[in-house]
């Protein structure tokens, strides 16, 4: 065996031999005439090893050279490492989370049903991939005064988007919404609903969007008026405006018009501005004025909020 290694680098080093390079996925590299080559596995007659069979799905690469001292002259070179891209991901790397949550802690002047300070918080789990996105929001507030609490107000959300296509500006969502509001007599409100929607403009600058879903609203009050449900019809137009400096300003709008009563709707807007100041936290201000045509009981119609707060991102 010996002899026959010795026999072969002589052979190598005083007569040019013609060959093939075959390159493995694990860096390895064969030498030899390549004798069949398909889909599945290529035969060669390796000049060291003599006929072997490789399957395909191990082979790099082939490479034809012109004399065998060139190979060696080229496997004597130091490998040099592939530049990695942002592909390659090392194995001791950690993964980016697709998720972006943040919480929220405001001070909140309010107007309306009830008229005093309080105090609010937030918590958003979102996240975005090539054709789908996630959200599921929860929210809550409390006021009081004199030690007598005048405000109780929660809110949950949970809403799923998703696209044909990555390039696609048509989008179709569901989702789920829940709210209770004591001074206005909600005990619970449940809104699950279907749509559809088009992002007219979906830029890092500039985002606008319209989308029109069809609903069922269920609502049971605090007091003795009658639960009722109903279906809704539910337009919603969003757009945010990115300035200098990062400066967001954003206006959300929805409309929640009866299908059975044509004169009975409610209406949610809610205009903000969002600061960054570092990475992770932001100011935020934000105005929400909620409006019932035909609240319960002795509600008024209209009851806004003026929100101002710190976001943490994580």
Request: aromatic share 10%; with cysteine.
């Amino acid at each position: 065996m010996i002899q026959n290694v010795l026999a072969f680098l002589f052979v190598c080093l005083v007569c040019p031999v013609y060959a093939d390079i075959v390159v493995l996925n694990n860096g390895d590299r064969i030498s030899g005439d390549i004798t069949e080559a398909n889909d599945e596995q290529i035969k060669v007659d390796a000049l060291l090893l003599g006929p072997i069979v490789i399957d395909r799905h191990v082979v790099k690469e082939i490479l034809p050279v012109d004399v065998i001292s060139e190979v060696k002259e080229e496997a004597q070179e130091p490998i040099k490492p592939e530049p990695q891209t942002a592909e390659m991901v090392s194995p001791t790397e950690e993964k980016k989370s697709p998720w972006v949550n943040t919480i929220a802690l405001a001070y909140t002047k309010t107007g309306g049903n009830t008229r005093t300070s309080a105090g609010s918080a937030q918590l958003k789990l979102y996240r975005k991939q090539e054709i789908s996105e996630v959200l599921i929001k929860a929210e809550t507030y409390y006021a009081s005064e004199k030690k007598r609490m005048n405000a109780q107000k929660h809110f949950g959300e949970f809403r799923n988007d998703f696209r044909p296509s990555a390039d696609s500006k048509w989008f179709n969502f569901y989702r789920v919404q829940a709210d209770h509001d004591r001074f206005s007599n909600i005990d619970y409100r449940v809104t699950p609903a279907l749509g559809r929607g088009y992002h007219f403009v979906e830029t890092p600058k500039l985002n606008l969007l319209a989308e029109a879903s069809l609903g069922y609203e269920y609502t049971n009050y605090r007091d003795a008026t009658k639960s009722n449900g109903e279906l809704v019809l539910i337009p919603r137009g969003y757009v945010d405006k990115t300035f200098w400096r990062d400066l967001k300003v954003w206006q959300d709008l929805t409309l929640y018009p009866s299908l059975e009563e044509t004169e009975r709707y409610r209406l949610k807007s809610e205009t903000g501005v969002t600061q960054p100041l570092n990475e992770n936290l932001s100011w935020k201000i934000s105005f929400i004025d909620e409006f019932n045509s035909e609240p319960a009981g002795e509600s008024k119609k209209n009851d806004y909020r003026l929100i101002s707060g710190i976001d943490y991102k994580f």
